[in-house]
């Protein structure tokens, strides 16, 4: 007994020493741009991994990535824009140009903004030029996410039941769990992304380790206390039973009524938690947070200039808000606010493009999960938080979704010629 635990034991030294051979060399690489497999990999997981801090070192490794994307599409020469895609990204410039023009709006933070946005939609093509290429692939960024976010996750219940955070060394003020973000709706949206791997995991995979995470998830995300994401995981969910509603009717109804039940006492022992009882009052009062005022506010200015909007700034470049705000908490009104009309055509346009590509998708495996948090997203997330136009973290987060959906369900290709190669040697 002694002897084989020792082998394991050895078995196992010598996986991790492969391992991080691996790692090192892929962090070499990248460390000088290198346009390997390993590199761009080791870059996008660090990506995925520093997402969700929304500090230095996540704009770094986009930045990063993004060199090794124009690297690579330099060198090659095979990145071809659609010409639909030119058209509608013409038209964007030209409607976000002329709306900071005619409103004479601080062109400093114009600039700015228009800079991330620029970058967020970058990051949209190179993950897409990436994907196309078989460089990278979906199971990576998966992979990538578990990883990340279930050591995010612990960290979050650590703060909730002992107020401190272990990976940033910190105490935790009351008011919903912030995770590494530091900002609990945001935090909840990245669980929102954890949620959706890991109900395709459990669902098509039908892994018991994933269920036990998935319901941890669920109950980290109610503990943050962020009604936006309950109401977008709540949706999520509503889409997935919709379109897996046949495949329930051939499964064991007892493991069905034992997850129903599972989900019915973590629903009672979390309404007997002071904060989220509160928190769900409060939702039933119809308490907003100031958010309907700001929108009767900025609602109140659009007439002023309708067709271009007020530029492409903070939504708060017009007097009478009482609280301060980067973005108006609804990616509709702060769309019509800073672009105008126009600017709500070209929004519609987005929409119409991706769920067209959503529903004609032939990958039925992947195709429930996407509709589902493409919906949850655009038609909830966005439409009571964080922007995906100038989010230092939603905005990238939605664009390398909006990537794994296009590359998976639609046949526009962005690379001329493909070709596939195995070594990991310099592509």
């Keep these: 007994m002694g002897l084989q635990s020792g082998k394991r034991i050895e078995r196992y030294k010598i996986l991790l020493q492969d391992y991080w051979k691996i790692i090192k060399e892929a962090l070499v690489d990248s460390i000088h741009f290198k346009l390997t497999y390993k590199s761009i990999n080791a870059v996008l997981f660090l990506l995925v991994v520093t997402l969700p801090f929304v500090n230095r070192v996540s704009k770094l490794m986009g930045i990063v990535y993004l060199i090794l994307f124009v690297r690579m599409a330099l060198r090659d020469s095979d990145f071809s824009l659609p010409k639909t ?49 078989r460089i990278i692939s979906l199971k990576m960024i998966g992979v990538s996410i578990v990883i990340a976010m279930t050591i995010y996750m612990i960290d979050g219940y650590v703060q909730f039941f002992y107020g401190y955070d272990f990976l940033f060394h910190n105490i935790i ?8 973000s ?14 959706a ?21 669920i109950g980290l995300i109610v503990l943050t206390l962020s009604r936006q994401i309950w109401l977008a995981s709540a949706l ?29 006492v973590l629903a009672w ?14 939702m039933e009062q ?81 195709q429930p999960y996407f509709v589902a948090l493409f919906i949850a997203l655009i038609f909830v997330q966005q439409q009571l938080g964080g922007s995906m136009l100038i989010h230092k973290f939603i905005g990238p987060a ?5 990537a794994m959906i296009t590359s998976c369900c639609s046949h526009i290709s962005i690379v001329k010629a493909v070709v596939n190669k195995s070594s990991d040697t310099e592509l």
């Design 85 to 133: 895609h030119q058209l509608f990204l013409g038209s964007l410039g030209v409607v976000i140009a002329v709306g900071l023009w005619f409103n004479s709006v601080d062109m400093v933070i114009g600039f700015r903004k228009v800079m991330y946005l620029a970058i967020f939609i970058s990051l949209y093509y190179a993950t897409l030029y990436f994907l196309t290429k």
């Design 236 to 264: 999520f969910f509503l889409v997935i039973f919709i379109y897996r509603f046949k495949q329930l009717k051939v499964l064991q109804w007892n493991k069905v009524i034992i997850w129903g039940l599972l989900l019915f």
């Design 173 to 180: 003020q009351q008011g919903g769990v912030n995770g590494v």
């Design 398 to 402: 939605i664009m390398l979704f909006l």
């Design 197 to 217: 791997v890991l109900t395709y995991i459990t669902i098509e995979h039908r892994k018991k380790y994933s269920m036990i995470l998935l319901v941890a998830a």
């Design 269 to 282: 022992l979390f309404w007997h938690i002071p904060e989220v009882h509160q928190r769900i009052i409060l």
């Design 286 to 366: 119809g308490y907003s947070s100031g958010r309907l005022e700001l929108w009767k506010l900025l609602l109140s200015h659009i007439s002023e200039s309708p067709i271009w909007g007020h530029g492409f700034q903070s939504p708060l470049n017009v007097s009478g808000a009482e609280k301060e705000y980067d973005y108006a908490h609804n990616l509709t009104i702060g769309i019509l606010f800073n672009l105008g009309i126009l600017g709500i055509i070209l929004y519609m346009i987005f929409i119409i493009y991706f769920l067209s590509i959503l529903l004609k998708c032939k990958n039925k495996q992947y």
């Design 182 to 195: 530091r900002n609990r709706n945001v935090f909840a949206f990245a669980l929102l992304f954890y949620i």
